[in-house]
């Protein structure tokens, strides 16, 4: 069973940034398609950034420019830097895993991942 774990949330003025980490249990992170997605209060849970296995990485248009997913195999963790943070990013994060293919079924679609972190929360102030 894939175990997931989220933390890095906070609560930051609008124009900050925040790291956030999600540690895999087991070797996944480089075998799996490893997705962030949000949710926030009344909203439908969207995708926000995935990185296949082989690496390429892929965006909400929300979120280009801004966001950089990355992984550290090593450490079995996933990332998520977020900088110019804006009030709409307000939200719950959540570190997800799918089979390879997922990155391309498409990898915004939470129906693609079988693993689920808890989430840790994002609050920006204006």
């Known amino acids: 069973q894939v175990q997931l774990v989220e933390s890095g949330g906070g609560s930051v003025p609008a124009g900050e940034s925040l790291r956030l980490s999600c540690v895999a249990s087991?070797?996944?992170?480089?075998?799996?398609?490893m997705a962030w997605f949000r949710q926030a209060p009344q909203k439908e849970r969207e995708g926000v950034a995935s990185?296949?296995?082989?690496?390429?990485?892929f965006y909400a248009d929300s979120v280009k420019g801004r966001f950089t997913i990355s992984k550290d195999s090593a450490k079995n963790t996933l990332y998520l830097q977020l900088n110019s943070l804006k009030p709409d990013d307000t939200a719950n994060y959540y570190c997800?895993?799918?089979?390879?293919?997922?990155?391309?079924?498409?990898?915004?679609?939470?129906?693609?991942?079988?693993?689920w972190g808890q989430g840790t929360q994002v609050t920006v102030s204006s």
């Open positions: 997800a895993a799918g089979p390879s293919h997922s990155c391309r079924a498409p990898w915004s679609s939470r129906l693609n991942y079988a693993f």
């Open positions: 087991g070797y996944i992170v480089n075998t799996r398609c």
């Open positions: 990185i296949s296995s082989l690496g390429t990485e």
